[in-house]
């Protein structure tokens, strides 16, 4: 019996996903395919980097990772003729950044492993589960070790918190309200979401911005490419508020990108105060 074989003794094994999906995955995949850019990150950084066989034109960390692998398509929609040519024995999704219909049509012919993520511990909780999904459970604990102790490392927020709006798109305006990733980095982070009572991404209107009065409006990165010359527009809605760029990543991407998320938290709240 050689040393791979001890290690994965079964050829498959039967799991369930975030969703409750029951799965028949193999014990250690190999022909990965990665449909969101944070998992794929973390699959690099688990050190299965060389197991991922098609990614998305999103992913952009590592940098050299759409030369690596083949890019199959976005997150709302994908190549399935290029994906059968991978002949992918894993795909790793999410439930939010994934279009459902083409997810199911995967699942049909390969085992499709989704997360479902709005908690920082619903990451960390992915974190652990992909970590197990590829064979690298101790790299996986490794990471959310780290990742804890940087969070609870971080200093208390001021009394009372800064009022924040962040927004993610113009024309319409839309800004992160509760059952997102962002709201819980903002509140992780020490800050108040002004639409916390406003479920996921609601369109605002010039009123919603009086109304809200937030202290600081954050303008970020992505998925809408905020600059300086929307500072004026911004301005002119909310007249008493500080207005700044954010990188979307750390509020948004919960992969290992978090390693860097609780550093950027404690750096923007320091040049906030």
């Not at 990965?32 to 980097?49: H, R």
């Not at 690596?68 to 790793?92: E, M, S």
């Not at 010039?206 to 202290?215: E, G, I, N, S």
């Not at 010359?229 to 990188?247: G, M, N, Q, W």
């Amino acid at each position: 019996m050689t040393a791979e074989s001890a290690a994965f003794p079964a050829p498959f094994r039967e799991i369930t996903d975030h969703l409750g999906r029951p799965l028949r995955v193999p014990a250690h995949p190999l022909r990965i395919v990665s449909l969101v850019p944070s998992q794929t990150e973390l699959l690099v950084d688990l050190g299965v980097g060389e197991r991922l066989v098609g990614v998305t034109k999103f992913c952009i960390h590592p940098p050299d990772i759409r030369r690596r692998a083949t890019v199959v398509g976005g997150t709302k929609q994908v190549d399935f003729k290029k994906i059968a040519a991978l002949r992918p024995d894993l795909i790793i999704g999410n439930k939010e950044e994934n279009e459902q219909g083409f997810i199911k049509q995967l699942a049909a012919d390969y085992p499709v492993w989704l997360s479902d993520i709005v908690t920082l511990p619903d990451a960390l909780r992915m974190m652990r589960d992909v970590g197990d999904l590829v064979s690298a459970p101790a790299q996986a604990a490794h990471l959310v070790t780290q990742i804890e102790a940087d969070f609870a490392a971080l200093p208390p927020p001021p009394s009372p918190p800064l009022r924040v709006l962040y927004l993610i798109w113009r024309e319409p305006w839309l800004g992160a309200g509760s059952g997102t990733f962002i709201d819980e980095i903002l509140r992780v982070g020490g800050f108040q979401n002004v639409l916390s009572n406003r479920p996921r991404y609601p369109e605002l209107t010039p009123a919603d911005f009086a109304a809200l009065h937030p202290d600081v409006v954050f303008l970020s990165s992505e998925p809408y490419p905020f600059k300086a010359k929307h500072f004026a527009e911004i301005t002119a809605l909310c007249p008493s508020a500080r207005v700044t760029l954010v990188d979307g990543e750390p509020f948004s991407w919960y992969g290992s990108r978090l390693l860097h998320t609780a550093g950027y938290l404690r750096e923007l709240r320091a040049q906030l105060q």
